[in-house]
């Protein structure tokens, strides 16, 4: 019995030697990432004798979601094969072709993942091979842990930006500020290895772009590095007034902020007409008046019916500045928008599995696109985090009751129990029902909530 991954190749192959008796076999100290298997040599083969075994880290799923759209509803599972089905020791790319801990995609994921399933150790571990992994002049590789290769591509502040993500993303949702306080001496040899590359008005450029678009991306790697490296740097600034010592980048942050706006607006709009463009500048609070980036990114996403135009990078910020910009309805239209490209076309094309690559080709199991997850859970449920009390000691209820969708549900477990959010529209009104354990701070519309079940028609 032969397991192939690539036809010609041992790679991903298992052999089987038939000894003539009847026995049970299943692979050892190895897993294959797979849809479909073939069984020659048997006269009558029987599909109950064969079963797959779906093996990743034993994380516990934390969150619950269903909605009235069932595409959204399959789409949100796919997410969860692809996010459990590359779960091994590291947050891996794919389970087929690499199997490696590629930087990108977990920066990309890793709230999706901390909303979704208990993976507070796993990333906890995974933190410390980030650290291993760090040379002596503070260059870090695009996949971790690695055997040497990754230093010279596919790294940059788009994939060494996870050093601080994991702890910033642990903190906010476990409460946990060690992993913030133990990453302080790699943030400083980090963030000192990226000042050695600036030119002389401080910008750079290094390592990935706006990676796998549906398009070729017209945003410069200047800007996406200069606007990471400002999130980089308030996340070290976080750690050290943590640490009690607040002030330590503080300087920095403004003198880059000022420079990138200087660079990068004229008239109130940026000047890199592109969507994920608007979007970091928004998100990254990199403006001094919202309002003509709001009509510019409206813009943006009209033009292209809907649909959005932005690769890994991009589309991670561009659901939350539309959220900012109070426009989650565009975001829903773009998650759930028909045609190329979008998530409902890898569902059209029988996707099992969130895709690589918009296009549809190479890995079609790939987590890095996975992010609506958390804008679902923020946005349609509606359970925030307040970043004053992290750790969901106290939570924001708000959820957004988006045009087309008729209801919506969901929950996400906390350690003093599990807060649930309800809603469905009726003739001319929204019914509205939030559930609180005992022990969890929470407010829905600026008003603190008893623990308990609420209810409120809109």
């Known amino acids: 019995m032969l397991v192939h991954y690539k036809e010609g190749s041992p790679f991903q192959t298992d052999r089987f030697i038939c000894s003539?008796?009847?026995f049970t076999w299943s692979p050892l100290f190895c897993y294959h990432g797979f849809r479909y298997i073939e069984i020659t040599g048997l006269d009558s083969p029987d599909s109950a004798e064969v079963s797959g075994v779906f093996v990743h880290q034993a994380v516990e799923p934390l969150s619950g979601f269903g909605c009235s759209n069932k595409r959204l509803e399959k789409l949100f599972e796919i997410g969860r094969i692809a996010t459990l089905s590359n779960l091994f020791y590291m947050p891996t790319d794919c389970p087929t072709r690499e199997k490696l801990g590629w930087a990108n995609d977990a920066q990309a994921s890793a709230e999706q993942m901390l909303i979704n399933y208990d993976t507070e150790?796993?990333?906890?571990?995974?933190l410390i091979d980030i650290y291993d992994a760090m040379r002596e002049d503070g260059a870090l590789p695009g996949i971790i842990p690695t055997g040497g290769w990754g230093y010279t591509?596919?790294?940059?502040?788009?994939?060494?930006g996870v050093l601080f993500e994991l702890p910033h993303m642990l903190y906010l949702y476990t409460g946990d500020s060690r992993p913030l306080m133990d990453s302080r001496p790699y943030f400083k040899r980090y963030i000192d290895f990226i000042r050695s590359m600036e030119d002389a008005e401080g910008f750079f450029e290094y390592g990935l772009d706006d990676h796998a678009p549906p398009e070729k991306s017209n945003v410069p790697l200047k800007?996406?590095?200069?606007?990471?490296f400002i999130k980089t740097l308030r996340i070290a600034e976080l750690a050290e007034t943590l640490a009690g010592n607040p002030g330590v980048y503080a300087t920095d942050i403004e003198r880059r902020a000022a420079n990138f706006k200087?660079?990068?607006i004229e008239n109130?709009?940026?000047t890199v007409n592109e969507q994920t463009a608007v979007a970091m500048m928004i998100t990254h609070d990199l403006y001094d008046n919202l309002e003509p980036l709001?009509?510019?990114?409206?813009?943006?996403?009209e033009d292209r019916d809907f649909h959005h135009n932005c690769g890994m990078v991009g589309l991670r910020h561009l659901y939350n500045a539309l959220n900012i910009c109070g426009l989650a309805d565009y975001a829903y239209k773009i998650i759930t928008a028909k045609g190329y490209p979008g998530y409902d076309d890898w569902l059209e094309g029988g996707a099992t599995a969130l895709w690589e690559l918009w296009q549809g080709h190479t890995s079609h199991n790939h987590h890095m696109y996975s992010d609506f997850m958390a804008w679902i859970m923020k946005t349609l449920v509606g359970i925030n985090i307040d970043p004053a009390k992290p750790g969901f000691e106290a939570v924001i209820i708000a959820p957004v009751f988006v045009e087309g969708l008729q209801s919506c549900a969901g929950y996400?477990?906390?350690?003093v129990g599990r807060i649930s959010v309800r809603w469905e529209r009726t003739a001319d009104s929204v019914r509205l029902e939030i559930d609180l354990p005992d022990g969890v701070d929470a407010e829905y519309g600026g008003q603190k909530l008893e623990p308990g079940k609420h209810i409120y028609i809109i």
């Open 20 to 22: 003539g008796e009847s």
């Open 121 to 126: 150790k796993f990333f906890k571990k995974w």
């Open 153 to 160: 591509w596919g790294n940059g502040p788009v994939s060494d």
């Open 223 to 228: 800007f996406i590095c200069a606007a990471i």
């Open 262 to 264: 200087r660079r990068y």
């Open 268 to 270: 109130g709009r940026c």
């Open 294 to 301: 709001k009509a510019q990114l409206m813009a943006l996403v």
């Open 412 to 415: 996400r477990d906390v350690p």
